[in-house]
């Protein structure tokens, strides 16, 4: 834990969360619900960067460079072609504030969207229209995202690689394993074996 201390005072706070209550949540969420605080950490790293208004979403390339016009003082958008389907981009967004990342997210919703949403990218699937206003507080979409994790867990007969993977990918199998590649490699850089 006191590495976790260390890691997240020296970023810069930029967000409505201190780095104490993001640290706080993930410490208190993965202890009540039996999860390594250090599985996810490096969850939170990878998916938000510990950008508690982190959301991103898949669509065409069209429809990502209207989304990248639309960045404005109040949202970062970046767009870039996703790894897995070249058909497909990835848009990340990272509002300002949490009421205006409520704001974007339920019209990305509306919209028909799949959307990765707060600290676990928690995808919306996983959340109904009415925990939107909650969705990106720390506590809260950790929780969820701790749910999730823990059904894959047992859905992947309890194997930490297969339980990783589901996370990222649900519950289809992929026939590979680079969303768990990727949280070793993290894991290990932050942690050591």
């Known amino acids: ?37 250090r599985i996810l950490y490096t969850i939170v790293k990878i998916e938000s960067n510990f950008n508690p208004y982190s959301m991103s979403f898949l669509t065409n390339e069209e429809n990502a460079k209207y989304y990248k016009k639309l960045e404005n003082k109040n949202i970062h958008i970046k767009i870039s072609p996703y790894s897995l389907n070249k058909n497909r981009w990835v848009v990340s967004m990272s509002p300002k504030d949490e009421r205006y990342a409520i704001a974007v997210l339920r019209q990305l919703i509306k919209s ?27 506590t809260y979409n950790l929780t969820k995202c701790v749910g999730v994790l823990r059904k894959c867990f047992n859905a992947k007969n309890k194997n930490l690689q297969n339980t990783i993977e589901c996370y990222n990918y649900g519950m289809r199998n992929r026939g590979s394993n680079p969303y768990y590649r990727r949280f070793y490699e993290h894991y290990q850089k932050e942690f050591g074996g």
Request: charged content about 15%.
């Open 1 to 37: 834990m006191r590495i976790l201390a260390i890691l997240l005072m020296s970023v810069v706070c930029i967000f409505g969360y201190s780095h104490k209550d993001i640290l706080n949540a993930i410490r208190d969420v993965a202890t009540n619900n039996g999860v390594s605080p």
């Open 112 to 138: 028909g969207f799949s959307v990765d949403a707060g600290l676990g990218q928690l995808n919306s699937v996983n959340f109904e229209n009415h925990e939107i206003d909650r969705i990106f507080n720390p």
